[in-house]
């Protein structure tokens, strides 16, 4: 090889070095954000199914008005109220894992985005007071982060 052509594939290395590669990481950066965009998209699908999951069971249980309206507990019957405590049993369980899968103290825009969501079910069952005063029993051993969170929501819907 002369002179020249080392000079160009030196050249053309110095090129790929300056250029490829800070283009290679943006793109790597790219795919990586993409990825993680994407990942939460299918979560927060994931969780929403569970809620749509969650109302077909008040659906099957409208006899206890858990959307609608309320009935005193002295009105309901003991076989009603075991239904409506694993209700709101596995309403906080969902919620908590909602909590946990999305969110957090600082989050950006899409966060907020996917939390909103969750926020507002939370709010409209912290509304009930059959749902606040039965929230002690239901946060036995959930996740303190959790518990503080519905328990302040809790209350500021209460004085709404």
Known sequence: MNEQTLQAWELASYVVTCIGLPYAIVM???DNWKERQQEDEELYQKLAEEYAKFNNL????AD???VT????EENLSAEQKERKSIIFDM?????????????????????KRLWATWEDYIQV???RDDFRAALPGL???EDPGFSAYIQK??????DK
Do not use: P, S
Not at 58 to 61: A, E
């Open 64 to 66: 206890l008005q858990l």
């Open 91 to 111: 309403l906080v369980a969902l919620f908590e894992r909602a909590y946990i899968l999305v969110y957090e103290d600082n989050m950006d825009r899409q966060t």
């Open 28 to 30: 790597l950066m790219y």
């Open 153 to 158: 929501t809790a209350k500021i819907t209460k």
């Open 139 to 141: 946060l036995v051993g």
């Open 125 to 127: 069952w912290c509304r």
């Open 58 to 61: 008040l659906i099957k249980n």
């Open 69 to 72: 309206g309320h009935i005193a």
